[in-house]
């Protein structure tokens, strides 16, 4: 793992690539099941809820991790905002 794409959270390493993939991919999903819920003839409110809860938290995350990517040198965040977007 190149130590210039990771984040110490705790005593962990994790890659900002991977998590910013699971992350948006989260996010997609949560969108997703937030609006067939709302679809539904008797939407359950509080499950609709607890998803938007999630999906709050979640853009949160990557916010978090693209806060942290503007803080890397001009070079390493040049790569990887390049590849996020390919």
């Known amino acids: 793992m190149n130590d210039n794409r990771t984040l110490m959270i705790g005593t962990q390493r994790v890659n900002i690539d991977t998590m910013t993939t699971k ?18 003839r008797t939407p359950n409110q509080a499950t609709i809820q607890t998803y938007k809860t999630m999906l709050f938290s979640r853009k949160s995350v990557l916010a978090w991790l693209h806060e942290h990517l503007e803080k890397m040198p001009d070079t390493q965040q040049s790569s990887l905002l390049q590849q996020e977007h390919s």
């Open 23 to 40: 992350v948006e991919r989260d996010i997609a999903f949560l969108k997703d099941r937030i609006g067939r819920l709302t679809q539904q």
